[in-house]
């Protein structure tokens, strides 16, 4: 056990750490996905030290020396994660200063523990957020793809999970690919509001030695220094907004996997999804089961968890910085792989569905679902609407009783509910005339859906070239 003369930070104290305090207060075990961004903003603190003349530039090329080797013994799995170094920071500079000498105790001038873990979990996040936004898209171009193969499938649409309206499938999964939109577009603004570099903050009043910020910030892929030290130390509204952020994505991946759920059962057979994306029943040999919708669906009670833990985290927390903080990384890493494995899982499942065209057809003729457009054909015959839907609301219910379908009644029958129907309504109320005649902006007409997907089409162009 290191006595408290070996801790960094041990000069205060007359006993060591309790090896139950190290235990507990230790964050070292989830943080090594931190090191390549810690490593990179010591070796720019060290080059902004020796520029601004605060050490030199050998001491300063000495610990990037250093810096570097610990870097290669990270990525050759070759470095020791000791929880009596506490965190990520301690760990390298501790390791770095054993390379070089007492020369790598120089390093931590001018900054804190408070300004680095701020500092490496943006870099982080950062990073993650570009390959959530890269699978994001990936997963819409797979939803562009899908609705133009199969432009042609009517399907019902459904409110309150009742026949509603038929539509075109291409309209339906086309909804996914603009929650997607919007899911992009929060974590594109995320990024942009974490586009300030907290390093040079220090503890929580800034450092009496003559830094550059801005030199640091621009090093460092940020367009400026943050404004107030003491906010940028305690400052965890990043990890919060992307657990949120995650969370709502999550909410529509969520809906999307029950809606394949529900379609890949043998009451609906609207789709089939492949072997590869599915498991067997232990004792019914017959069983199809969508366990990765199923899963990726109950894992949204982990992120809606997540979210939850890092606003009670934040909750009451005085400034600046206190170890609550530290419990920041678990429900955060988790949010972000999870996000990441679902995208990247959902994206080949949608892309070998296959479409029971058929079927849908079948299930789009049946609940009346041409009952609005009866009424709709009334309306164009001078008839208000809230009458044509009564006069229509009682077609179905005769047909209801008599087990027929509204275009299986006869021209004589439909007269009986009013005189103004004519023969051209059988053409009205079709089911290809019911879809493709609902061509308002945005609507499930087969002209519509093409424009909407051309639409699509050039924002995923847009959003790829910007990335």
Not at 11 to 29: H, I, Q
Not at 174 to 186: H, I, K, P, T, V
Not at 240 to 266: G, K, P
Request: proline letters at 3%; one cysteine or more; aromatic letters at 8%.
């Amino acid at each position: 056990m290191p006595t408290h003369k070996e801790k960094l930070w041990g000069g205060r104290f007359d006993l060591p750490t309790n090896k139950l305090v190290e235990e507990y207060t230790a964050s070292l075990l989830v943080e090594p996905r931190l090191a390549p961004f810690d490593i990179q903003g010591s070796i720019v603190h060290a080059t902004m030290l020796a520029k601004e003349k605060i050490i030199s530039k050998d001491d300063a090329n000495t610990i990037i020396k250093g810096l570097n080797q610990v870097k290669k013994e990270i990525e050759n799995n070759e470095f020791i994660f000791d929880i009596a170094d506490e965190d990520i920071h301690m760990a390298i500079e501790k390791r770095m200063t054993q390379i070089v000498g007492s020369v790598g105790g120089k390093l931590h001038t001018a900054r804190s523990r408070n300004d680095q873990t701020t500092l490496d979990s943006k870099m982080h996040m950062r990073a993650v957020i570009k390959s959530v936004l890269a699978q994001i898209l990936t997963l819409q171009e797979e939803i562009i793809n899908q609705a133009q193969k199969n432009i042609k499938a009517i399907m019902p649409g459904y409110t309150h999970l009742q026949t509603a309206q038929p539509i075109l499938f291409s309209h339906w999964i086309m909804a996914y690919f603009w929650m997607l939109n919007r899911d992009f577009s929060r974590f594109e603004d995320l990024y942009k509001r974490m586009d300030e570099c907290p390093l040079g903050a220090a503890a929580l009043g800034g450092t009496t030695f003559n830094i550059d910020r801005h030199f640091t910030a621009l090093e460092l892929g940020f367009s400026k220094p943050t404004e107030n030290s003491i906010d940028s130390v305690s400052d965890r509204d990043h990890m919060v907004e992307f657990t949120a952020i995650a969370a709502m994505c999550f909410m529509h991946l969520s809906r999307f996997c029950e809606e394949l759920i529900i379609f890949s059962s043998q009451d609906f057979k609207f789709i089939e999804l492949s072997d590869d994306f599915c498991t067997g029943s232990s004792i019914m040999p017959q069983k199809k089961n969508p366990d990765v919708a199923e899963k990726m669906r109950g894992k949204t009670g982990r992120m809606y968890g997540n979210v939850m833990a890092m606003l009670t985290i934040m909750k009451a927390i005085p400034l600046a910085y206190n170890t609550d903080m530290s419990e920041d990384k678990a429900q955060v890493y988790d949010s972000m792989d999870t996000l990441m494995s679902s995208l990247n899982i959902l994206t080949p499942m949608i892309a070998k569905m296959q479409i029971c065209a058929d079927n849908m057809y079948k299930a789009a003729a049946k609940g009346f679902s041409n009952a609005t457009d009866m009424a709709d054909y009334l309306v164009r015959k001078n008839i208000p609407f809230r009458k044509a839907h009564e006069i229509v609301g009682g077609v179905v219910n005769y047909c209801i009783k008599h087990q027929k379908m509204i275009e299986e009644l006869a021209l004589e029958q439909m007269r009986e509910f009013e005189p103004s129907i004519e023969e051209d309504v059988y053409e009205a109320i079709a089911l290809q005339t019911c879809v493709d005649t609902r061509n308002s902006y945005g609507g499930t007409g087969t002209k519509a859906v093409l424009e909407q997907i051309e639409q699509a089409q050039k924002i995923l162009n847009l959003c790829k070239k910007n990335l």
